[in-house]
């Protein structure tokens, strides 16, 4: 299902344990990590798609995590031509995604990466918030920033703690 500018809707999930650490998923069989995300059903809510995501490749279920909060409004980004099924590649531009912030109430026992017969990820970590803008696939950089910079006030009190590092200002106050 994609909209009229080409793009499938999506949702992305940030999880954090009592640490705000994130976690972070091993795409199976690629050295690529990332955040849980996956499309929105016909029917379903983002919400709804974002608890079955949740448990497909994570393996949680509602009782084990707590909603924090959400982005405002979809984020975007385009999938390179390379990458697009050829079948795809004249309407298919990339996703639009309502990103969650969740909180761990469960165990790191609860994960389960093998709940469903297709699993997306064959390892994970807990990683410091802002870690993973640095290793991310470069073409989901800016909505994984977005997301995170945006989700960050509902975690963080300090402000420099709501920013990655290399937008903090230095010690001095200069830049």
Known sequence: MLDREGFRPNVGIILVNSRNEVFWGKRIREHSWQFPQGGIKKGETPEQAMLRELHEEVGLKPEHVRIIGRTRDWLRYEVPKQW?????????????????????????????????????????????????????????????????????????????????????PTATGQE
Not at 128 to 135: G, K, N, Q, T
Not at 144 to 161: C, G, I, M, Q, V
């Open 84 to 168: 697009v099924r050829r079948e795809w590649r004249s309407t298919y531009r990339g996703q639009k995604q309502i990103w969650f912030l969740l909180r761990m109430i469960g165990r790191d026992s609860d994960v389960c990466l093998r709940a469903c017969e297709h699993p997306e990820f064959d390892a994970w970590r807990w990683n410091s918030y802002w870690i993973p803008l640095e290793s991310v696939i470069e073409f989901k950089r800016g909505v994984y920033e977005s997301a995170l910079t945006e989700l960050a006030r509902l975690l963080f009190h300090h402000p420099d703690e709501r920013q990655p590092r290399w937008e903090q």
